[in-house]
């Protein structure tokens, strides 16, 4: 079993930034690849981006791509979003994800997903 808490939600303005950490416990952290996935009231849930194992390669979905940065820190057992340039339609419910399938956490099948946290961009 992996354990993944969410922290750094929050209330900001538009244009402003915010940093999501994901702290892992419970198995190897290195193993796992890790991802965001975001979803708003009424909408389904959305993949925001992941990051191998290493580090070494990331993705985004196009919505955030060039405002949000995926990292992580093996030693650390930690993952985190950077959003900057946050637009009203950046609010939801932010998840981290992990699994020791890529191919998995594209398609919404992780094994292992936080219980969220709120981001709340306002105009």
């Known amino acids: 079993q992996v354990q993944l808490v969410e922290s750094g939600g929050g209330l900001v303005q538009a244009g402003g930034s915010l940093r999501l950490s994901c702290t892992g416990s419970?198995?190897?952290?290195?193993?796992?690849?890790m991802g965001w996935f975001r979803q708003a009231p009424g909408k389904e849930r959305e993949f925001v981006a992941y990051i191998i194992w290493s580090g070494g390669s990331t993705y985004y979905a196009d919505s955030v791509k060039g405002r949000f940065t995926i990292s992580r820190d093996n030693a650390k057992n930690t993952a985190s979003l950077q959003m900057n340039s946050l637009k009203p339609d950046d609010t939801a419910t932010y998840y981290c994800?992990?699994?020791?399938?890529?191919?998995?956490?594209?398609?919404?099948?992780?094994?292992?997903w936080g219980q969220g946290t709120q981001v709340t961009v306002s105009s």
């Open positions: 419970g198995r190897t952290f290195s193993n796992y690849a």
């Open positions: 994800v992990a699994d020791m399938i890529l191919s998995r956490i594209r398609t919404r099948q992780a094994d292992y």
